[in-house]
């Protein structure tokens, strides 16, 4: 199965600030159509993962643009400018590349 | 507007079975798969597996190959995961997600002698 090795585990921001996290992988995400299934979830306490980017820097719909994804291969980041109090929650990253479909262990971005 | 509703609490005995439903509206059921998610107490996401809503064929992940069902009923547009001879560690909250976009609100499942 491929590993997904995501950092940090706590992220602790300033409201306005800026949070990075970093998610990689055990082995190429690239897929044989040339797709790369990389994507990042916010789970805010009490509810279900809602989808912020996928296939690695598209926003999906609704998020602002405040959060960007980028990266390729193996290495992966997710970007969050002007933290805002909705941010703060736990973020997954989600390879579909490979079956079984992995998670990242989960970074808590919460308050400094 | 695109919604995964799935059914309530359940708390059972070791040994016992289960179904929870997903009922999707919205959209056209058999367009996307549905997959299915653990989410231990505090843990995190832990990937089941999907099924495919054309043609009923689920394809799990190891962990689930034993004891674990996804089923549909497409004319209600509803999926379903079955869970067979319950166990402690099975205690968790189920999502249904439509591909890895949607997601239901979870299932909370409690196995407790």
């Known amino acids: 199965d491929v590993v997904m090795t995501q950092t940090p585990v706590s992220l602790p921001v300033s409201l306005g600030g800026q949070a990075s996290i970093s998610c990689r992988s055990s082995?190429?995400?690239?897929?044989?159509?040339?797709?790369?299934?990389l994507h990042w979830y916010l789970q805010k306490p009490g509810q279900s993962p809602q989808l912020l980017i996928y296939?690695?820097?598209n926003r999906f719909s609704g998020v602002p643009d405040r959060f960007s994804g980028s990266g390729s291969g193996t290495d992966f980041t997710l970007k969050i400018s002007r933290v805002e109090p909705e941010d703060l929650g736990d973020y997954y990253c989600?390879?579909?590349?490979?079956?079984?479909?992995?998670f990242g262990a989960g970074t808590k971005l919460e308050l400094k | 507007q695109i919604q995964l509703v799935q059914s309530g609490p359940e708390l059972k005995k070791p040994g016992e079975s289960l179904k929870i439903s997903c009922k999707a509206s919205?959209?056209?059921?058999?367009?996307?798969?549905m997959q299915w998610v653990k989410q231990a107490p505090g843990k995190g996401l832990q990937y089941m597996g999907w099924?495919?809503?054309?043609?009923?064929?689920?394809t799990y992940a190891d962990d689930f190959k034993e004891r674990f069902v996804f089923s549909l009923e497409t004319s209600a547009s509803t999926a379903y995961l079955q869970i067979n001879n319950l166990k402690n560690e099975d205690t968790a909250t189920y999502f249904c997600?439509?591909?890895?976009?949607?997601w239901g609100q979870g299932t909370l499942v409690t196995v407790s002698s």
């Open positions: 997600a439509r591909s890895h976009t949607y």
């Open positions: 919205g959209y056209t059921f058999t367009d996307y798969a």
């Open positions: 099924i495919n809503t054309q043609t009923g064929k689920p």
């Open positions: 082995q190429s995400l690239v897929h044989s159509n040339g797709n790369t299934y």
């Open positions: 296939r690695v820097s």
């Open positions: 989600l390879q579909s590349t490979h079956f079984p479909y992995t």
